[in-house]
């Protein structure tokens, strides 16, 4: 049996994978098991933000491999506090949590949210988080349910309670259902799996001057959005807001699993010993990789990310059958007169990679992607579109 048929037989059928079997990369670069390459303008779905491979994050990995792989928290390690010194520099946030996905990550700000509102209201019934229609969160049963989108509350039921969905943009209805047993609201500023639908800028100032005001916590998802991706280190910044809580995830190891909980100034006591944890959380190993791609994210390495989205979105508007780009940085959706899924199949026959969200054809490349790469994968892109 090959890969394919393998797979087929042992893996449990939750993806519809597209029929390419990527065996090695090299930067914005992958190859398949013919040899044939590819431009990557997925990086697995906003994971390797520094490409594949990227020399200074294997040295930062395997000199920590070489090191040591794992201790447990039951002592201290250096590559993780490293990480987290930086991640509070660069977000304005406190404190860190360590877990393995965006979703845990979610968990754990909707775990802090609501001990947070236990403790100092002394209520029970002050749990419930709002978040926002169309989006997304995690696969987790909390997560699932925090999800905004109907379609993922069908099945896996009993669910936890304490969700409510709000409209995005509409901040009167948001504000409608917050009631005093809301303990926090829960938002991507760019929905990513909803379709790279980035949200307005007002009313996410509004929602977080209203929650301010009624001590009810907000909560950022930044899993796709952070790490660089919209040109700010987080998309947050964009609004010149400051969350009380902050998950992350994605990119922020470079391609190895890792998820993070930020906490703002009121939250950053929230958890005490043994309120949360986690085996594999804070691996020095995923840490180290972790420190050698965050240290990189700087002022002008995300202005390039910025100018790199303006590049993109500029040869879209150039084409005839471009209905709309979304989006942000390098975190943009295309909607077409095409269907999205065969625009990615043309894409990838010609040595593309692009993603697809909801209709839209959706581009998340490595940040770092050279100029010559991203030209020649717009010159696909642009053409497929076209024709
Ligand atoms: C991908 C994603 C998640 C889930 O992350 P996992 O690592 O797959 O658990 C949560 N929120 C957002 C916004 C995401 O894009």
Redesign the pocket.
Known sequence: MNTIEKDNEYIAHTYARFPITLVRGKGAVAQDDKGKSYIDMGSG??VTIFGYCDEEWIEAVTAQLNKIQHTSNLYYTEPGVELAQLLCEKSGMKKCFFG???????ECCIKAARKYSFDKYQRNDRNVIISLKQ??????LA?LKATGQEAFHDIFGPFPDGFIYADANDFEGFEKLCDDKVCAVMM?IV???GGVIALDGDFVKKVCEFCNEHDILVII?????GNGRTGKMYAYQHYGVMPDLV?T??GVAGGL?M?VCLFGEKTKDTFTLGSHGSTFGMNPVIAAGAVSIVKRIDDKFLSEVTKKGKYIKDRLSKCKNVKSVSGMGLMLGIETTKDAKQVAAECMNRGVLPLTAKNKIRLLPPLNIDNENLKQAMDVITAVIDE
């Open positions: 779905i906003g393995n996905s965006g979703a845990e990550a979610n989006s997304f969160h995690g696969r987790t997560t991507e929905q990513g799996e998802d930044e899993v796709q959005t998950s995830a994605k699993p998820g």
